[in-house]
């Protein structure tokens, strides 16, 4: 389970970054703030599906009876 919460602090740092860089280039300003909300839950959404889709591993366990 924790590389499960490592793996989104990555993406949210990553959303992050991309966000740093769409307002630097001034491109935030032109789309506005109600889509910029809506594209970052859509990102954190598929940043948690995939968390928990990567998380774990699934074993078969062998039991040997005599």
């Known amino acids: 389970m924790k590389f499960t919460g490592m793996y989104l602090f ?8 991309v966000l740093a860089a769409l307002w630097k280039a001034g491109i935030l300003a032109e789309i ?3 889509w910029t ?4 839950v859509i990102a954190i959404g598929i940043g948690i599906m995939f968390a928990v889709s990567s ?3 699934r074993e078969n366990i062998e039991i040997n009876r005599k």
């Open 37 to 40: 909300v809506i594209g970052v």
């Open 32 to 34: 506005g703030t109600t």
């Open 55 to 57: 998380s774990g591993t």
């Open 10 to 17: 990555g993406f949210i740092v990553f959303i992050g970054g």
